[in-house]
């Protein structure tokens, strides 16, 4: 095909298209992929009892029957986070440390599991609720006594390494809030800012308007 027979216009609609398609699809993609993310883990943590590979001294004694409905129960709550921001992976640790007392593997087992109690940590520390957000720090504390307690070969220094991952995971969250509020306060500002100045400059066009009527 001759390409100097495609008129210039032909060729417009098609990059106007994708850049309205980009610029609809990236917030959704920004907003879902936390989302997908969970999904992903509590699929992984489906597999990792089925397949049972691994270390056999962390493998699980019960039955899967229970282990993976255990395991979809304590990861997907996270889906929930934007409703119940502090209950949604409140959840996650609780249930982390509940399960164990029926199976002492269950957390220690699955890394998926082990991301999800990582990841509820974070949001704990995101909750921009200072006191909700410090609640979230016996909490964690609390499961992973009781996880560690609970595995046949858990022990101090186990309770402490983990507490420490998830704790780090804390902190962080509690930074990010900080910024993202930071970033928010600063737009506020500007809209402020932006709307004071509009407000004056209408305010000098009318009187430039009425010092001139003035005048005539």
Request: charged fraction near 20%; hydrophobic fraction near 55%.
């Amino acid at each position: 095909h001759d390409s100097a027979v495609i008129r210039e216009d032909d060729d417009i609609p098609l990059p106007l298209g994708y850049r309205r398609l980009v610029k609809t699809l990236l917030p959704l993609l920004r907003s879902y992929v936390f989302d997908v993310l969970v999904v992903a883990a509590a699929v992984g943590a489906v597999v990792e009892f089925l397949v049972e590979s691994g270390d056999p001294g962390y493998r699980p004694t019960t039955t899967n029957w229970f282990m993976i409905p255990a395991a979809l129960a304590t990861i997907l709550p996270l889906l929930a986070r934007r409703q119940l921001p502090f209950l949604a992976p409140a959840t996650v640790l609780v249930l982390a440390g509940g399960v164990s007392f029926v199976e002492g593997n269950f957390a220690p087992f699955s890394f998926s599991i082990f991301v999800s109690m990582v990841a509820a940590s974070f949001l704990l520390g995101m909750n921009a609720d200072r006191r909700e957000a410090l609640a979230g720090v016996p909490l964690i504390v609390a499961a992973v006594v009781v996880a560690v307690r609970n595995e046949p070969r858990g022990d101090t220094d186990d309770a402490v390494f983990v507490t420490i991952i998830l704790l780090c995971a804390w902190i962080g969250g509690v930074a990010l809030s900080r910024k993202l509020a930071e970033a928010h306060r600063a737009e506020a500002r500007a809209a402020a800012l932006t709307e004071e100045q509009r407000r004056l400059a209408a305010e000098a066009v009318e009187e430039e308007r009425s010092r001139i009527a003035r005048e005539l």
